[in-house]
């Protein structure tokens, strides 16, 4: 594969960060934050600033999918979007089937903005469900009820032609006969693309304080892989076969945006925290946005740009990212991705050492052109990439 049908096959995203959410949810470690007054106009004025940066910076490529990301943004007002999306067509040349994300909540304030949001021009919509079960959604500190869940999906059903929604199971005291029976009732709500996550105790957040204190216990080893092996049990059945570690979607309906990150595509990321990857002459650098929205404001209000770090990535830690995104696909890394994205060949990479016990005990997969995972591989990633990679 040559470099240039490499880097189509990748694509070319924009992501753009709402870094607002109307309370903390006691498991996220995302860059959110809760204010009581935003000025959005003054933001969303800075947003289109920062798209003209990058845009300016990447004169001619075509870009592939927008995504608005946080944080929350269906707390952003359709305008707001509508005029980001405007700025990003008038600013790059786009495809004609450009995929347009936005990440919404299904609280009923939300919801009443789909049609906005679809006028604004976003193509395909994914919903922070999260659970379908009211104490559950409590216990996640969640905002919406399950009714206005189900509520939430009915309308983007009706609204937009492609729709995802998130959920997470591995809760505590969470049986598998009660997670099937909440991802049968999800299955039933349609959708074309389901993110399933377990629960993760993140450093730092007050989910994690409590784990270390005792109080709050999720499942882990035999338990743990039992939901996973059942998640995606019931998930090919029902036609929503992985196709990455926590993706699921109908044949055509993987998300494009993300098959970018996970391609190791290009991508620039606008608003407060958003990271870049960006490759000129076969040099990636890697791009990071101040986190603070108020500091990142400021940046941009004075420099015309948020861009606190930039930093060459250098062909080893190249080619272990392209590893390690790629090897969560069930499609697998092309060996010419590294060397196209790397300028290093596989085996400068990779030791036969390292990689024959793992493909003989069916974790990885390689033939002349790909490196894999195997289902039982795609389920420890964590461990093969740390045996593969160290
Ligand atoms: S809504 Fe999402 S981004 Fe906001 S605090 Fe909750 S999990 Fe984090």
């Not at 919509?125 to 509520?151: E, I, K, N, W």
């Not at 709050?216 to 049990?233: F, I, N, R, S």
């Amino acid at each position: 594969m040559n470099d240039a049908r490499e880097t189509n096959e990748a694509g070319f995203g924009v992501y753009i960060h709402w870094p607002f959410c109307a309370s903390k949810c006691p498991y996220c470690d995302f860059n959110s934050h809760v204010r009581e007054h935003i000025d959005e106009a003054r933001f969303a004025t800075a947003l289109r600033a920062e798209i003209d940066h990058f845009a300016a910076e990447t004169k001619g490529r075509r870009v592939t999918s927008i995504f608005f990301g946080g944080g929350t943004p269906s707390l952003m007002a359709p305008e707001t979007v509508a005029a980001a999306i405007d700025r990003v067509r008038r600013s790059w040349d786009t495809a004609d089937d450009v995929e347009i994300t936005l990440e919404a909540n299904p609280s009923s304030a939300e919801a009443g903005r789909f049609k906005g949001y679809r006028d604004a021009g976003v193509n395909r919509l994914s919903l922070g469900v999260q659970a379908l079960d009211d104490d559950a959604l409590t216990f996640l500190g969640r905002a919406h009820d399950a009714a206005q869940a189900r509520a939430a999906l009915t309308m983007a059903q009706a609204t937009f032609s492609r729709f995802s929604f998130d959920m997470i199971y591995a809760r505590p005291r969470h049986t598998t006969a009660d997670w099937l029976a909440e991802l049968h009732d999800a299955l039933a709500l349609g959708g074309d693309h389901l993110s399933l996550y377990q629960l993760t105790l993140e450093p730092g957040t007050p989910f994690h304080a409590r784990a270390a204190r005792g109080e709050l216990v999720v499942p882990d080893g035999d338990h743990a892989a039992a939901l996973y092996e059942a998640t995606q049990e019931a998930l090919a059945d029902a036609g929503l076969a992985a196709y990455e570690i926590s993706n699921h979607a109908r044949p055509g309906a993987q998300s494009r945006h993300n098959l970018t990150y996970w391609r190791a595509g290009d991508y620039v990321g606008i608003g407060p925290g958003a990271h870049g990857r960006l490759t000129v002459d076969g040099r990636t650098t890697a791009l990071r946005q101040r986190r603070a929205p108020e500091a990142w404001l400021k940046d941009v209000e004075t420099k015309g740009h948020g861009t606190t770090e930039r930093e060459p990535v250098e062909p080893d830690a190249r080619a272990t990212e392209i590893l390690m995104m790629g090897l969560r696909l069930t499609e697998g890394v092309p060996l010419a991705r590294i060397k196209a994205r790397s300028g290093l060949d596989f085996n400068e990479v990779v030791s036969s050492d390292r990689l024959a016990p793992l493909v003989d005990g069916g974790l990885l997969t390689l033939n002349d052109s790909h490196i894999g995972t195997t289902p039982a591989g795609r389920r420890v990633l964590d461990s093969v990439l740390a045996a593969l990679l160290a």
